[in-house]
């Protein structure tokens, strides 16, 4: 008698014989051996097959294709508990949410930086002495300072203090503090260091140029010439040691700096400073008690920094505008400052004579001096500009 479900003649010839055959085939048992069909394999399948009462609706479909934010059926749709899907589609938004997210932020703390600019432009120097109008004093370094408009300034590095601080449009607030103190150290090296007073080194300032500009500081060092270009004295400051050496280490100084952003890419710095130096006759007893005298110099320098210079912590000395006196006008201050010393009587003399008829190159700082203010009249806000020749209205030197 045949079995419900084999087929009416029997099992045709060659073809299994029903469960027995997978019963005993070892193969198949262990192919399906693993294959379980719980509950998670099911409520994963991408088809759902409608319900009964679904499936009478007139042109219905067998089956429905899964939605990822969907659960399933079974315990989780009862449970409204996500299922594996909609738990992976769920990450996968808040992953991307969050990486867009972060892209704003660091948008909004790293703006767009703009290419560094091109090279550095030359500086362009102007160096004035300051002729006297009454006899140099002497005395002792202390007592000079005490009796001149220098008694209330600070000494050494102490005197150039920075300004309070802000951002600019496209500089941090740390890049511009940090182009403030590459300025100082500037002003520090080529102003305050002894080696450098004394034309014996030249490096401290060099290391803090920028690249660009380190041919024409080299030229200037070697070959210093009043052209408004390459004076030694533009860059830095230096005594004649044949003339005068510094009698006391301890330099006056005073002054302010101010900054503002030039381009972009661009921050400039200002820096106004005077500073008085106490110097001696390079020759004779340093312990004379009259042998000292006061030497001033105010330097007004424009300093540049693009974002190259402020990691590389270096600068670009775009201009150097500086008066020092007491001075002869006939002396060329370029290579370096040859004061007039202790009971040096007041000149009258105007600058070295320039021939428009001579052959080579002229003289092209002809007429530049002014004249140096007597202590007695010294101003508190002196003028930033020369007087006019030897002859005209005192300039004072002394620190805004």
Not at 6 to 19: A, H, I, L, Y
Not at 51 to 77: K, L, N, P, T, Y
Not at 158 to 171: D, N
Not at 340 to 348: D, E, I, R, S, V
Request: glycine share 8%; net charge neutral.
């Amino acid at each position: 008698m045949a079995v419900p479900g084999d087929p009416p003649n029997s099992t045709p010839e060659g073809m299994g014989g029903g469960d027995d055959d997978f019963r005993s085939d070892d193969f198949r048992s262990d192919e399906y051996r693993s294959v379980v069909f719980d509950e998670d394999f099911v409520r994963a399948a991408r088809l759902q097959e409608y319900s009964a009462q679904e499936r009478m609706g007139e042109h219905a479909r067998a089956v429905r294709s899964r939605s990822i934010w969907s659960g399933g059926g079974g315990s989780a749709a009862r449970t409204s508990t996500p299922g594996r899907g909609a738990r992976q589609g769920m990450l996968l938004v808040l992953l991307i949410a969050t990486a867009f997210a972060a892209a704003v932020y660091l948008g909004l703390r790293n703006p767009y930086v703009p290419p560094p600019g091109g090279p550095a432009q030359a500086l362009s120097s102007t160096v004035v002495p300051l002729a006297p109008t009454t006899a140099v004093s002497g005395g002792l370094p202390a007592d000079l300072i005490a009796k001149s408009p220098a008694a209330d300034y600070r000494v050494g590095a102490a005197g150039i203090s920075l300004p309070a601080v802000r951002r600019t449009h496209h500089f941090t607030e740390a890049q511009v503090v940090a182009a403030l103190s590459i300025a100082k150290d500037y002003l520090v090296q080529s102003s305050l260091d002894p080696d450098i007073l004394a034309g014996a080194a030249s490096r401290p300032v060099r290391v803090l140029l920028d690249p660009d500009q380190l041919a024409q500081f080299d030229r200037s060092m070697t070959t210093p010439s009043g052209d408004g270009r390459h004076a030694a004295t533009g860059w830095l400051v230096r005594f004649d040691q044949a003339t005068a050496v510094v009698a006391d280490s301890r330099v006056r100084v005073s002054g302010a700096f101010s900054f503002e952003e030039v381009a972009p890419d661009m921050l400039e710095v200002t820096a106004d400073h005077t500073f008085v130096y106490a110097v001696r006759p390079a020759t004779g007893s340093p312990a004379a008690a009259d042998g000292a005298s006061l030497f001033t110099v105010r330097r007004e320098l424009r300093l540049r920094f693009d974002r190259e210079d402020l990691t590389a912590r270096r600068l670009e000395l775009a201009s150097a505008y500086v008066m020092a006196g007491p001075q002869d006008c006939s002396a060329d201050p370029a290579g370096a400052f040859r004061p007039l010393l202790a009971g040096a009587g007041p000149t009258t003399v105007g600058p070295a004579a320039s021939d428009p008829y001579a052959s080579g190159r002229p003289r092209r700082t002809a007429g530049l001096c002014g004249v140096l203010a007597p202590p007695a009249t010294s101003s508190a806000n002196p003028p930033v500009t020369p007087a006019a020749p030897p002859r005209a209205a005192p300039v004072s030197p002394a620190a805004p």
